[in-house]
């Protein structure tokens, strides 16, 4: 490979399974796209690609650090060419009154200079849209649905301009529905009035797939935004039809062979993950582990690979420390929420770590904070990404990883239909 020249289109995202989203959508909507893993060393030798998404792992530490993290991802961005830096966030927009959407945020404003900022978490695709400011998963406000009740990060507010003021150090305005039905130009003019006004960034209402395409050509114009894949989407149409990016196929090289054996992580507590490990035990041997017996220091991933490797040759199978709401509220109140959280997730890396030593080759990987712990423990500095296994959960190629050839999927925990361990294992060969 070689140092590509310029890049068009750089993104920070802040955890891992929503950069491999971000990667995806960029890469269905004709960029080549590669997606790092953590901010890059300055010699990293890249393919000749039109965006990068750097994976940080940020969205749940202290904000300090957030936006120490997000401001090298993003020196290390514009010293490759892109004029334009997209702040990627969950489609939840999972953060809490401190942080560190706001903060990053007001930060990487400040250091490119950027008068006025849109901000939205709105992927139709995936259900979630924004009016008038809020939040909707499919026909319910964020705050009355199942996807309230992150573990670390709640969201018991749909008011985005509220959330996000509760953040931030500027005023936070709204461009409506209305004003983005207008199109492009009507979005301009809402934008600078706003800024006119002193106002640093906006939250923006986007219900279809074609209000996304509008945002994109206004940020396009502009040195950052905010918002989760679907900006990211909204971005790359308008790279592409601008002409400033030339669409193409996603790359074969991602999703060619490895073979050797399989297995499958899930970290995360979400509805659908309990759902698809339940499906799973259908057709594949799942080990359910004991959250409570990690966090007291037993050593929960010694068994669990004692259990997995004689049962390797014979097929895939699914180790999991999902647990239920409930069960999770529990175990946080008796050992605190980031010791319990931080324990469970060293567990699956240290598991991780042990199958890849076994010989796995190809490993999915279900929740955030799980996949981050795993591809920091296996030293992977980046991915070319492949062919979609499900909306937001592309087929990976690992480059330059320490073990050699291997493929992997990092799914988000909402993300996926039922039969997702197995959809996901029928595409990674």
């Given amino acids: 490979m070689t140092v590509a020249a310029k890049i068009s289109l750089g993104c920070i995202a802040d955890d891992y399974t929503g950069a491999s989203d971000l990667a995806n959508t960029l890469t269905r909507a004709g960029l080549r796209t590669v997606q790092t893993i953590g901010v890059p060393a300055d010699d990293l030798a890249l393919p000749e690609v039109d965006a990068v998404v750097v994976s940080l792992k940020s969205r749940s530490i202290e904000a300090n650090l957030a936006v120490s993290r997000s401001r090298a991802a993003e020196t290390w961005l514009r010293g490759r060419g892109a004029s334009h830096v997209l702040f990627k966030i969950c489609s939840t927009f999972d953060s809490t009154d401190a942080g560190n959407i706001g903060p990053v945020m007001d930060a990487l404003r400040a250091d490119c200079g950027e008068a006025a900022v849109l901000v939205t978490p709105a992927f139709p ?22 996807l309230k009740d992150h573990p670390l990060n709640p969201m018991h507010d749909s008011n985005l301009v509220r959330v996000l003021a509760r953040q931030s150090k500027t005023q936070i305005g709204l461009v409506d529905l209305a004003t983005v039905t207008r199109g492009a130009d009507a979005v301009r003019a809402r934008l600078a009035e706003l800024a006119g006004k002193g106002i640093g960034s906006a939250i923006i209402d986007a219900v279809f797939d074609r209000d996304l395409e509008t945002i994109g050509l206004v940020a396009a114009q502009h040195r950052l935004s905010v918002g ?9 149409r308008a790279l592409v039809s601008t002409g400033k990016v030339t669409s193409t196929a996603a790359s074969s090289e991602a999703g060619a062979a490895v073979g050797g054996p399989a297995a499958c992580l899930a970290g995360s507590c979400s509805q659908a993950t309990l759902q698809q490990i339940a499906n799973a035990e259908r057709v594949m041997p799942v080990l359910h582990l004991d959250p409570h017996r990690i966090t007291t220091g037993e050593d929960e ?14 097929g895939p199978v699914l180790i999991a420390s999902s647990s239920t709401p409930d069960q999770v509220a529990a175990l946080q109140a008796r050992h605190g929420r980031d010791a319990a959280g931080h324990a469970i997730e060293q567990a699956m890396a240290d598991i991780a770590e042990g199958l890849v030593r076994a010989g796995v080759k190809r490993l999915v990987v279900a929740g955030g904070e799980t996949s981050g712990a795993v591809v920091d ?14 909306a937001g959960v592309p087929v990976l190629r690992a480059v ?5 050839d291997m493929l992997l999927a990092l799914k988000s925990g909402n993300f996926g239909g039922a039969e997702f361990f197995s959809d996901a294992l029928g595409l990674m060969r």
Avoid: C, H
């Fill in 377 to 390: 423990r296996l030293k992977i500095p980046g991915f070319l990404v492949g062919a979609e296994i499900a």
């Fill in 228 to 236: 989760a894949s679907g900006m990211g989407l909204g971005l790359a």
């Fill in 301 to 314: 991933a010694q068994r669990a690979l004692a259990w997995a490797k004689p049962r390797l040759a014979d």
């Fill in 400 to 404: 330059g990883a320490e073990k050699g």
């Fill in 125 to 146: 695709e995936t259900g979630r849209t924004v009016y008038q400011g809020n939040l909707f998963v499919g026909a319910v406000p964020l705050n009355e649905s199942p």
